[in-house]
């Protein structure tokens, strides 16, 4: 039987647990956790937990582990247990780690400046020295108001007596709020009953603080301070903290190519030319930021940012050579600092740390090694660190022989069994170790926030709490009390900063996120289309009556027929009978070999949703992610039952079909109607009319070559307008067969499709109607009248628009009955409330770019259905060029002079 009773809570035989702290709050928030498990039961509870790890795994909140065979992207685990921390003891934290951050904060600028300290003896000239964090090229730089750290982390453990106490010190680039953050949501959404009648502290306006505190750490408080968070990119083990953050604070998420030094000033590539930039959220190592100064081969920074600091016109947060207070054998010396700069202890201690350089301590360590946790004194990470005991006497030689080759790399700290919380584990409650790591935010003022992230060793006995390491976390209730207030931080921003552009890269991904979406979609409902004809036929049926529609899916997504000649199991010419087999669904919709298939393009559309993930509402991102995760499960079990009569039914398209409009419709819903809107639409109406003018193409260059055969029969061609049956398959496909009802009320005939699929102003797959709401889109983005480097590819679009627009297609045509004109050739009428322009005479034609064809009007059947593909592959080519002018002028952005700046 499960165990739900907190009474009967069995504890860890050495470690104490944070159920039974002595703290009237913390009981009472134990008691209604306690309520809630029981009221729900042993399955209700493991129904909840499977459902945030689903919300937790929709949302990709994920991080990276480097060289893992499972591949880098974990789901980080949440556990449905909240960790519940009084607001009295909070407080004393809040004092101590402020002390903390003002100590490293001083020490840092004592160590690029006069270096009192290692005068004085205090701190050994060597330890610094020989630390790869210590630039000697920021001795001397200057940094605004005197603050290196302006974003601190510092992971806490209870020792048994009862007090936190710090375990390290993350200085350089901390990470892990904003999965403190998604915690808290998947909680409130998940399980919201947990916190009925329990006073918690909010933790939704930690990014609001932050952006503050970066907004005032901005070069002479400059009006509207522009901050950008620089990324490594999406293979960063913290990527979803980056860009999580970058969304909810509201500002550009950029990686050292989007950032350019011009005269140094700092500058980011936009759609509209380059914006000026403030200030720099760093989260990438300082040596990888400036390939001029540091590392020569990093990829990652920007030539040149040191010159910008030198004249101090950009502010970097957290300041460069930060990562030397990352050294876990320089935190040994922090009471001897504080001591030092302000004359006070410490008011929250240390675990202990052995340096091992040191004779004695190394000594004590290796007689003693089962009771230490060995680590590496700079690196991080899961192979940074060894617990001693359990460790087998092979991997402790092993690793002895490391200390005693360079015993500075190596610090020791004494095996701390830190408490424990009560943990769902195997549907029941057990015990398993904490740590809480807890945010500083230093800005005018310094205040450790309420967002605090915990993270619990889900294996038993187990000390490591690691998520690299296979730790989980569980929501931090800080526990507001009558004697202890949250104070925000104080932050002095006299200006509203205003909105920046869109950085060129995002606009690329979101532009190609919407022609890969579009391009899904449309995969998906020719190979629909293609199946049901394919049920529809009967037994006797030549293959031939739907040959054409492959070709037309060939050509659509790039394939060759041959290939999907293969995938169909097509029969030979001559033959009787239907292929049974689903092969050509299965290699269109899931192969993973397939770089057209549905699965590659939702997997492409993710990819560039993953690496502007700040400029996407989680909504959307939540959508795209299901709709890839699940069609990578059915690729993976193809071979089962439910996917292949998935398969047979057709329901596996019919279901894609619906995601993706839950995805068009989530996104018209929640993201903002913006720059980052119009290039995501820019891209589906783009890849919309490609779509539409490749499957026409096909079908009516089928219908070419039998108006050729039946002329060299002497059959005439009248009347294959009639008789064509892939026109209602072609309207199927691009989805406008209740558009042509609607508007024809007649069976399908060549012209009127046609028109329908070319220009009708009215339907939205309409290759005018794309091409229209692209320059609409280009238009509002850049203006009427847009700057001589963004004009071109308008007034390009424009002509090809002019071009749609008054081109008459009935002159491609003849007369669908005998009679129609002088001589059966002439135009076929179309409805004036249709064309909506009056018809082009076919002797103007030229006028409209069609000249070439050589078009009269008594050109045969067989030359005005030549002269049609011809001007259909002609606007193919056209539109593509289009979308190259669009890369080219705003994606791919490098213009040499600055934007002007608001004052």
């Known amino acids: 039987m499960a165990l739900l009773d907190f009474e009967q809570y069995v504890e860890h035989a050495t470690a104490s647990d944070e159920l039974r702290r002595e703290n009237a709050f913390v009981a009472r928030a134990y008691r209604q956790m306690e309520r809630v498990v029981q009221a729900l039961g042993q399955s209700g509870v493991d129904r909840l937990s499977r459902i945030a790890y689903g919300q937790m795994r929709d949302q990709g909140i994920t991080y990276h582990v480097y060289h893992d065979e499972r591949g880098p992207e974990r789901i980080f685990p949440l556990d449905i247990i909240p960790l519940p921390i009084a607001g009295d003891e909070w407080a004393e934290i809040e004092q101590g780690l402020a002390q903390r951050t003002k100590v490293w904060n001083m020490f840092l600028r004592d160590i690029y400046g006069p270096q009192e300290i290692l005068k004085a003896g ?17 001795v001397g730089l200057q940094v605004p108001r005197d603050t290196y750290v302006h974003v601190a982390a510092y992971d806490m453990v209870r020792h048994p007596g009862g007090r936190w ?117 760093r989260r990438l190592d300082s040596e990888y930021i400036d390939p001029v100064t540091f590392r020569a081969d990093s990829r990652l920074g920007i030539p040149g940012l040191l010159s910008c600091l030198r004249k101090g016109t950009v502010t970097v947060a957290n300041a460069l050579g930060t990562g030397l207070a990352d050294n876990r054998a320089i935190s040994d010396y922090v009471p001897a600092m504080t001591e030092f700069y302000f004359n006070e202890k410490p008011r929250m201690k240390s675990v202990p740390i052995l340096n091992m350089n040191d004779v004695d301590e190394r000594e004590q360590v290796l007689d003693n090694w089962s009771n230490y946790t060995i680590k590496h004194a700079i690196g991080r990470g899961p192979g940074s660190f060894w617990i001693g005991s359990d460790l087998q006497e092979a991997e402790w030689l092993k690793l002895r022989k490391k200390i005693e080759a360079n015993p500075r790399s190596y610090i020791a700290q004494p095996v701390v069994q830190f408490s424990t919380a009560p943990t769902w584990i195997d549907s029941e409650l057990q015990p398993r170790h904490i740590g809480v790591r807890a945010f500083t935010l230093c800005g005018n003022n310094i205040h450790t926030t309420p967002c605090a992230l915990t993270r619990v060793a889900l294996e038993d006995e187990s000390l490591v709490i690691s998520s690299a390491s296979g730790g989980g976390s569980k929501d931090t209730w800080i526990l507001r009390t009558p004697t202890h207030r949250m104070i925000p931080p104080e932050v002095n921003i006299r200006h509203t900063p205003r909105r920046m552009r869109l950085a060129s890269r995002t606009a690329d991904s979101l532009f190609w996120m919407g022609r890969y979406m579009e391009r899904a979609e449309g995969t998906t409902r020719i190979m629909r289309v293609v199946e049901q004809i394919r049920n529809e036929a009967s037994s006797g049926d030549s293959p031939r009556a739907w040959a054409p529609l492959l070709e037309a899916l060939a050509s659509a997504t790039g394939q060759p027929t041959s290939i999907i000649r293969r995938a169909a199991a097509l029969p030979r010419e001559g033959r009787a009978g239907k292929s049974k087999q689903r092969g050509l669904a299965a290699y269109m919709l899931l192969s993973e070999d397939n770089y057209s298939s549905v699965l590659s393009c939702m997997r492409s559309c ?15 991102w939540t959508i795209i992610n299901r709709i890839y995760l699940q069609l990578a499960q059915q690729s993976r079990n193809m071979s089962g039952e439910r996917v292949k009569a998935q398969l047979r039914d057709l329901s596996l398209e019919d279901d894609i079909l619906s995601q993706l409009d839950e995805l068009t419709g989530c996104a018209d819903k929640h993201m ?30 089928k219908r070419s070559v039998d108006q050729t055969a039946a002329a060299r029969n002497g059959t005439g061609a009248g009347d294959i307008d009639f008789d064509d049956t892939n026109l209602d398959a072609l309207l199927r496909m691009l989805a406008g067969l209740y558009a042509y009802r609607s508007s024809y009320k007649s069976r399908p005939t060549a012209s009127q499709v046609a028109h329908l699929l070319l220009q009708d102003q009215e339907f939205p797959r309409s290759v005018w109607f794309c091409m229209d709401e692209v320059m609409r889109l280009l238009r509002r983005a850049f203006g009427q009248r847009p700057s001589p480097e963004a004009e071109e590819p308008i007034h390009y679009g424009d002509h090809l628009l002019s071009e749609l627009n008054f081109t008459d297609i009935g002159q491609f045509f003849v007369a669908s009955r005998p009679g129609a004109g002088p001589g059966g050739g002439n135009a076929l009428s179309l409805p004036a409330a249709t064309t909506g322009v009056p018809p082009t005479p076919v002797d103007h034609i030229a006028a409209a770019g069609l000249g070439s064809f050589g078009l009269n009007p008594n050109s045969s059947p067989r030359a005005r259905a030549k002269a049609f593909t011809d001007w259909l592959s002609s606007l193919n080519q056209r539109t593509l060029a289009l979308n190259t002018l669009v890369s080219d002028h705003y994606l791919n952005h490098q213009a040499a002079a600055p934007l002007p700046r608001e004052s």
């Open 606 to 620: 993710r990819g560039n949703a993953q690496a502007i993930r700040e400029a996407l509402p989680p909504e959307v």
């Open 165 to 281: 106490m710090v375990m390290e010190d993350h200085l350089s680039n901390p990470t892990g709020a904003s999965y403190a953050l998604q915690a808290r949501r998947v909680m409130s959404q998940v399980c919201p009953q947990m916190m009925e009648g329990i006073s918690v502290a909010p933790i939704y306006n930690y990014p609001t603080q932050l952006l503050e505190t970066l907004q005032a750490a901005a070069p002479n408080y400059a009006a509207g301070s522009r901050v950008v968070l620089l990324s490594p990119g999406i293979y960063n083990e913290a990527y979803y903290d980056h860009s999580s953050l970058a969304r909810q604070m509201g500002i550009p998420l950029v990686q050292g190519n989007d950032l350019i030094v011009l005269e140094s000033k700092l500058y980011l590539k936009t759609i509209g030319g380059l914006e000026r930039v403030d200030v720099i959220y």
């Open 122 to 138: 205090i701190v050994p000239f060597e330890l610094i020295y020989s630390d790869p964090h210590f630039h000697r090229e920021c």
């Open 672 to 701: 903002l109607h913006n720059d980052a809107w119009s290039f995501w639409q820019m891209g589906r109406h783009s890849e919309r009319a490609l779509f539409t003018l490749l499957t026409m193409r096909q079908v009516y260059l």
